[in-house]
């Protein structure tokens, strides 16, 4: 008796669609020769083949940015991902008017402290907390300057977001000067965007899917933006299957655009005298 042949399904996988706020972490995920492409169209992009710099730096950064980066054009990346299977939504603009355009002279301004991260970046660590520790040292009305070899485009998205003051200089070949200064604490986030994260019964589902398995953190007592460092310090550690329970005394709406960077969910629930934050791997 012959046997009857089967045929198999063929499995179609759907091209990724990106577009200039697509972050370039997903974009490597998805197909790693992107680095290739990438680092032909900008030296600034060779970074991204240490696999420790390209977890620090990829997930942060959106296209547009690292267009600025790399000092090219967004359609200049968005072409050339498209040459090896990306599919391109050129719908989406990008705003022109970013603080990172600015120039600033050094005594129009009252410098109190300055970071150099180049060595951080040379050595494969991540300096935002560093550079957060120091800046929180700042007074208000005072300005620091972060040394680096290239444009931080996504540093300057968070502290615009929280209310500094940020130019940037680039007076001199491979070096670009980034003056902070610390005005006052920017406007509150929309709680309303995180709504459905604070959902009770999503929180106890999750507390309940990871059990026993959390390192716990208590930044209740941490002046700003020392509870931000901590909790990004406990996940850099963080295995996969475990989750940090962290006890906050409000809502960290500021850490949430961070989290989502860096590929972790979260859930969280206002108690009476404090916030209980569950944060997961996605």
Do not use: W
């Not at 706020?21 to 197909?31: F, L, M, Q, R, V």
């Amino acid at each position: 008796m012959r046997g009857r042949v089967v045929a198999l399904p063929r499995l179609i996988f759907a091209a990724m669609t990106i577009n200039a706020e697509t972050k370039i972490g997903a974009i490597i995920k998805d197909k790693l020769e992107a680095i290739d492409v990438l680092v032909s169209l900008s030296p600034h992009f060779k970074k991204l083949k240490n696999p420790v710099l390209r977890k620090i730096l990829a997930p942060r950064v959106t296209v547009a940015e690292a267009a600025v980066i790399g000092n090219c054009k967004v359609e200049a990346i968005l072409d050339n991902l498209a040459q090896i299977g990306f599919n391109i939504d050129n719908s989406h603009t990008v705003a022109k008017d970013t603080p990172t355009n600015s120039t600033i002279a050094e005594n129009d301004i009252d410098l109190v402290a300055s970071i150099d991260v180049r060595p951080d970046l040379a050595n494969g660590s991540d300096p935002f907390n560093r550079i957060m520790n120091k800046l929180s040292e700042v007074p208000e009305g005072k300005t620091m300057l972060l040394i680096n070899s290239f444009e931080p485009t996504p540093l300057i998205r968070i502290l615009t977001g929280k209310g500094y003051s940020v130019s940037v200089s680039k007076n001199q070949p491979g070096i670009v000067f980034t003056y902070i200064t610390k005005i006052k604490e920017g406007p509150v986030p929309d709680g309303n965007l995180d709504s459905q994260f604070s959902d009770p019964n999503l929180f106890d589902s999750i507390l309940k899917h990871y059990h026993l398995k959390f390192t716990e953190i208590d930044v209740r007592q941490l002046e700003m933006p020392k509870p931000m460092i901590a909790i990004l310090d406990e996940l850099d550690h963080l295995e996969k299957g475990e989750a940090l329970y962290v006890r906050h005394k409000k809502v960290p709406l500021f850490l949430f655009p961070e989290l989502k960077d860096r590929g972790f969910s979260y859930v969280y629930k206002q108690a009476e005298s404090e916030v209980i934050l569950i944060i997961y791997h996605s």
